[in-house]
């Protein structure tokens, strides 16, 4: 967990996501707290831990330091059609994620935080972080991350589908992208490989990005190829949930009420 919380603090100062200050006159700054995750791979096994700074934005008040509020998620709907259609022309589903994607907000409003316990910059002690950008936990984090992301894509030749504002579309003479966004997770698809290496050389040029090659694994759903298409299935959740509740030794019984999402040509 040490490595995590170090990997997260250095993101966080290489982002510049804020500025050390005397707190003014009247101002209390807000408090903050450490979670822990960890990100799961295709077979259930654990991919690595991660460490958030996440600042009490609970204590946030509206019409003051916040005031709209959303998350950006495709839906499910536009999921489907999407691997339908890679299915149908035999294309790839490729997988990206943003490292601290909240982190690149903008932020315009006044707001301070204390410095992290164990990180406080030598001969600083007393200041404390005035956000210049935004950070986990803010009410207003995920909006102004939907923002930054929309800009990018727009200035690059995409479109925001008609239908849902959280897939981005590129048609070109040389082919097509289609990119469906999942907060900080995404799944590209294209007409070629090209198309899709412009896409993702794009996106590590704006953003800090992972590169997942091939999904297999999108919001808890196991991609599955077959010779006939892909097929959909939390078959990794199930089993999670069976040890969770000790019951990992229950019979097996058939039922016709469950079918994995299958995609076939």
């Not at 450490?34 to 609970?58: E, H, P, Q, T």
């Not at 479109?159 to 966004?181: A, F, M, P, S």
């Not at 490989?193 to 992972?210: E, H, Y």
Request: with cysteine; hydrophobic share 35%.
């Amino acid at each position: 967990m040490k490595e995590a919380i170090k990997n997260e603090i250095d993101s966080i100062l290489h982002n510049q996501t804020w500025e050390l200050v005397a707190l003014p006159l009247g101002c209390k700054p807000l408090g903050y707290r450490w979670i822990f995750k960890r990100n799961m791979k295709a077979d259930g096994s654990i991919d690595k831990y991660k460490a958030m700074l996440v600042i009490k934005g609970f204590r946030q008040n509206e019409g003051l330091d916040y005031f709209d509020t959303y998350l950006s998620v495709t839906r499910i709907t536009s999921t489907r059609l999407v691997l339908a259609t890679t299915t149908l022309r035999n294309l790839e589903v490729h997988q990206m994620d943003v490292k601290t994607a909240f982190l690149n907000g903008d932020l315009e409003e006044e707001i301070y935080m204390e410095q992290p316990e164990g990180f406080s910059a030598p001969g600083q002690e007393g200041k404390v972080c005035k956000l210049v950008k935004s950070l986990y936990g803010l009410k207003q984090a995920p909006k102004l991350w939907h923002q930054k992301f929309d800009q990018v894509m727009l200035n690059n030749g995409f479109k925001i589908n008609e239908c849902d504002k959280y897939v981005y579309v590129n048609n070109t003479k040389r082919g097509y992208v289609i990119l469906c966004l999942y907060v900080d997770d995404m799944l590209i698809i294209g007409s070629g490989d090209q198309m899709i290496k412009s896409t993702k050389d794009m996106l590590k040029a704006r953003f800090d990005m992972k590169d997942m090659g091939l999904a297999d694994v999108i919001l808890g759903v196991k991609i599955n190829r077959t010779q006939n298409g892909l097929v959909l299935s939390q078959s990794h959740y199930v089993d999670k949930i069976l040890e969770k509740f000790n019951a990992g030794d229950t019979s097996v019984s058939n039922s016709s009420r469950y079918h994995p999402t299958s995609f076939e040509k």
